[in-house]
């Protein structure tokens, strides 16, 4: 068989030389000596140029009659395509979850350790654990106070919250105003705020509170 030679499958041959595994899911690779298939990031001996062919995936290097390697299992899901899906399972259970869960709770229930899962999650999100369950409850109850049917109350256990004591303390850091207000579609609020200009350009700035340094956003 033989094997194209284009700029592509140079770039592809110099990823399989440097097993570089953050390749896998781009590509695939035959071998012709063998009829073996495998990762980019296989740690197997590497083979000979001439012997290698390119594949778009496993389904097609399997159509030419290639086989699996059994070093790197190039048909099961990669180690970062499972770290992605356990992250993904670990956002679906803080969104349903009725109280926090703990880091230790998330990181069992998706099987992987504290450590890593506390890094592959803010790696993956952005954010760590606790920031993200703060996000969603901050997303569910604003949702459920623009419901006219729903109380202050309601709306605050409906997010997560486990005590009503704790959700006004955090109230206006979250919402900008009190819960009541936010209700009431901020009626009757006042804001205070200026506009000016700087090398970077506009800025929109306002006071927090009396005695406290004014904050500052670029626009």
Known sequence: MEHDTTEEDQRRWDTVLRRDASAEGQFVYGVTSTGVYCRPGCPARHPKRQNVVFFPDSHSAEQQGFRACLRCHPRQASRTDKTLAAIQQACRLIEQAELSLTLHALAQAVGISAYHFQRHFKAVTGLTPK?????????????????????????????????????????????????????????????????????????????????????????
């Not at 409850?137 to 997010?159: F, G, I, M």
């Not at 506009?195 to 406290?212: D, H, T, V, Y």
């Open 131 to 219: 920031a993200y369950t703060e996000a969603h409850r901050s997303r569910t109850v604003r949702a459920a106070l623009n419901d006219p049917a729903t109380t202050v109350t309601q709306a605050l256990y409906e997010a997560g919250y486990s005590s009503g004591s704790r959700f006004y303390e955090q109230a206006n850091g979250i919402l900008g105003m009190t819960p009541t207000a936010y209700k009431n579609g901020g009626a009757d609020t006042e804001i205070h705020f200026a506009l000016g200009e700087c090398s970077l350009g506009a800025i929109l700035r306002w006071p927090r509170k009396f005695g406290q340094s004014d904050k500052l956003i670029l626009t």
